[in-house]
């Protein structure tokens, strides 16, 4: 068993707030935290050397570290504040044609399907949100339900590999599959993968993949990766046009050129990838990152027979991590989430999915078994002596 009191030391995160909500922001272990201060000291020491002659290869040692992680080669890899940012670059520049179609789920992340719609919009081509049935029963049945979507003019195939609103873990390797044996495009969401569950891209044959590293990976804010197999690399223009473009010092990657050196920005929180890996191996977080998970199933049923609803799937690996989603009855989403911080000082979302709403929690090493007993007291009173909750 992992000593949950000897982490919650080593995070900087308020001890008065409950927070269950490291699946939105993640949060900085102290030991990572201070790699980010020693990085940013540097810059503001000498910011001409470390912007403009050894950031190149402060770079490379973090992409080399972090490819080492996650399967893949460190130059097919560049680091993007966001993923949000990092499918901008992809939608973008994706010769999209009127007609033409993105597949992707009826439960992918907001900010993902603005993206999508808007490029779209402005190409004339369709964004397709193929409905995904929840509860679902198995992976096979994901897959299939999802490949009915496929069309002769299904240009790109986008999917969460852990969907942000219901948590769910899909089928991501077998969808990729099906999608290169039809010569399609795939497109990957892994905002909340590296760190949480085991990634290899050398393995999931992904053709665009973007992961946060300031989630799971617990690095500062705004440090996310955006991986593209060389053979596509050419086809994405940098969102931001700077130096790399018609470079005076080309390197042997237009890939890198193009998305990697943009003037005057502060990259370390990029930089504290390899100590955050160091962290992770440090203490044994496949062990951590097991027990957490564990924890998060047992406690799914509990919840759900509070609240009165069904669980969104089996509750077991591989389709629960180390976040769960589960369905809440509540016309104010909104206002309960408030009066879970305010009142309860409980940070935790309350998501909106269409007309399903679900409250997330999380578990990460430093959450205590009496954090979830603070939510659950909490959800009892307010469903007892509000009509937020319908039970």
């Known amino acids: 068993m992992i000593d949950r009191s000897k982490f919650k030391a080593l995070f900087l995160l308020n001890p008065e707030i409950t927070y269950l909500n490291f699946g939105s922001f993640g949060g900085c272990p102290r030991p990572i935290f201070e790699d980010y201060g020693k990085w940013q000291l540097l810059l503001e020491s000498e910011p001409?050397?470390?912007?403009?002659?050894?950031g190149v290869e402060y770079?490379?040692?973090?992409?080399?570290?972090?490819?080492?992680?996650?399967?893949?080669?460190?130059d097919d890899l560049v680091y993007v504040t966001n993923p949000t940012y990092a499918v901008n670059i992809v939608a973008k520049s994706l010769p999209l044609q009127p007609g033409d179609e993105i597949l992707a789920t009826d439960?992918?992340?907001?900010?993902?399907?603005?993206?999508?719609?808007?490029?779209?919009?402005?190409?004339g081509a369709t964004y397709v949100r193929q409905p995904i049935t929840l509860p679902v029963t198995s992976h096979d049945e994901i897959v299939a339900e999802f490949m009915k979507g496929v069309?002769?003019?299904?240009?790109?195939?986008?999917?969460?590999?852990?969907?942000?609103?219901?948590?769910?873990?899909?089928?991501?390797?077998?969808?990729?599959?099906?999608?290169?044996?039809?010569?399609?495009?795939?497109?990957?969401?892994?905002a909340h993968v590296p760190g949480h569950i085991p990634l290899d891209l050398s393995n999931l044959e992904a053709d665009v993949y973007t992961g946060a590293c300031h989630k799971w990976m617990m690095t500062p804010k705004g440090c996310t990766f955006l991986y593209v197999k060389k053979e596509y690399q050419h086809l994405f223009d940098p969102l931001v046009v700077s130096w790399g473009y018609q470079s005076a010092n080309p390197s042997h990657s237009q890939?890198?050129?193009?998305?990697?050196?943009?003037?005057?920005?502060?990259?370390?929180?990029f930089l504290t990838v390899p100590r955050a890996l160091e962290f992770m191996k440090e203490h044994r977080w496949n062990e951590v990152a097991?027990?957490?998970?564990?924890?998060?199933?047992?406690?799914?049923?509990?919840?759900?027979?509070?609240?009165?609803?069904?669980?969104?799937?089996?509750?077991?690996?591989?389709?629960?991590?180390?976040?769960?989603s589960v369905?809440?009855?509540?016309?104010?989403?909104?206002?309960?989430?408030r009066l879970l911080f305010e009142k309860y000082r409980i940070e935790i979302p309350v998501m909106r999915q269409e007309s399903r709403i679900f409250i997330r929690y999380s578990v990460q090493a430093y959450n205590l078994e009496q954090d979830y007993d603070r939510l659950y007291d909490a959800l009892t009173e307010i469903a007892a002596n509000t009509d937020l909750i319908n039970i």
Request: glycine share 6%; charged share 20%; proline share 6%.
């Open 255 to 269: 890939f890198l050129d193009y998305h990697q050196m943009q003037g005057t920005r502060d990259f370390s929180a």
């Open 327 to 337: 369905p809440i009855n509540t016309a104010q989403p909104e206002k309960l989430q």
């Open 290 to 324: 097991l027990e957490n998970r564990a924890l998060a199933r047992l406690l799914y049923p509990k919840f759900c027979n509070l609240l009165g609803t069904e669980p969104l799937c089996p509750v077991e690996l591989p389709y629960l991590g180390q976040i769960c």
């Open 59 to 74: 770079l490379r040692k973090s992409r080399a570290a972090l490819g080492a992680f996650i399967g893949c080669d460190a």
């Open 151 to 190: 069309t002769p003019r299904t240009k790109a195939i986008f999917i969460s590999e852990i969907t942000s609103s219901t948590a769910l873990i899909l089928p991501v390797k077998e969808i990729c599959a099906a999608a290169k044996a039809l010569g399609i495009l795939t497109i990957v969401d892994g």
């Open 107 to 123: 439960i992918e992340y907001g900010a993902m399907d603005r993206t999508w719609n808007y490029y779209c919009g402005k190409a």
């Open 48 to 54: 001409v050397q470390y912007i403009a002659h050894n």
